[in-house]
């Protein structure tokens, strides 16, 4: 049981540049995250998603992308990098109301 | 929406002392409090949580206790360790089809032997 599966592990993008973060899970969860940790810092909230085909904003969205096609995928789209993009990004995913599954993460740096 | 505050956000104690992180939330309908503990260049995993019918929960040194009328909730190490050195996340969500898990802050305990 894989559980949430992000790639790449690491990356660095030079400003202006565009990537998918991916992440997909095996467990079916409808319950999809996208979070930022900046260093030192808490968690904070991209966008998620409750089902396939459905998407919602969280707490710090722009200049960030999304889609949900189906249930095991939750891509995370950067358009136009910028140094602020640097950060590390989990995935998550749960069922609702039950435990959350965290990735590895993701530590981005834009340069 | 839910709004979830912690504290502190830095905590140091004495290896086998008792350590306590409080979370206070906004939203009265949330009945769902997952705590979770995040190492060093990982994820946060879950380890301990409590739905809204109960007012305390146990498993071994860590307990989590809530006061609904308060709307809080509490996480309670005892005879912390070493090992016990992380970021430690409360979390309040509920059986709501469109609302996401919130997260607070986060608060780092660290255990000096």
């Known amino acids: 049981n894989a559980g949430v599966t992000q790639t790449p592990k690491f990356r660095i993008l030079k400003i202006g540049q565009s990537m998918t973060l991916q992440c997909a899970q095996d467990m079916n969860h409808n319950y999809m995250y996208w979070y930022r940790q900046d260093p030192g810092m808490g968690l904070k909230l991209i966008y998620y998603?409750?089902?396939?085909?459905?998407?919602d904003k969280g707490e710090v969205p722009n200049g960030y992308n999304v889609s949900r096609s189906t249930t095991e995928d939750f891509p995370l789209r950067l358009e136009l990098a910028a140094p602020s993009q640097t950060s590390v990004y989990f995935c998550?995913?749960?069922?609702?109301?039950?435990?959350?599954?965290f990735g590895q993460g993701t530590r981005l740096t834009v340069v | 929406g839910e709004n979830v505050e912690q504290h502190p956000s830095t905590l140091s104690v004495q290896e086998g002392d008792s350590a306590v992180i409080k979370c206070t939330y906004s939203d009265s309908a949330s009945n769902y409090f997952p705590w979770y503990k995040q190492e060093l260049g990982k994820g946060p995993q879950l380890i301990i949580d409590?739905?809204?019918?109960?007012g305390e929960k146990k498993d071994q040194r860590i307990a989590v206790t809530l006061n609904k009328t308060a709307k809080h909730f509490s996480l309670h190490i005892t005879e912390t360790q070493p090992e016990d050195s992380a970021v430690y996340f409360c979390a309040a969500t509920k059986n709501s089809g469109n609302t996401p898990l919130v997260f607070g802050k986060g608060t780092r305990l660290s255990v000096i032997a």
């Open positions: 998550a995913s749960e069922r609702g109301n039950t435990e959350a599954f």
């Open positions: 409590i739905r809204s019918n109960v």
């Open positions: 998603s409750v089902g396939a085909g459905i998407t």
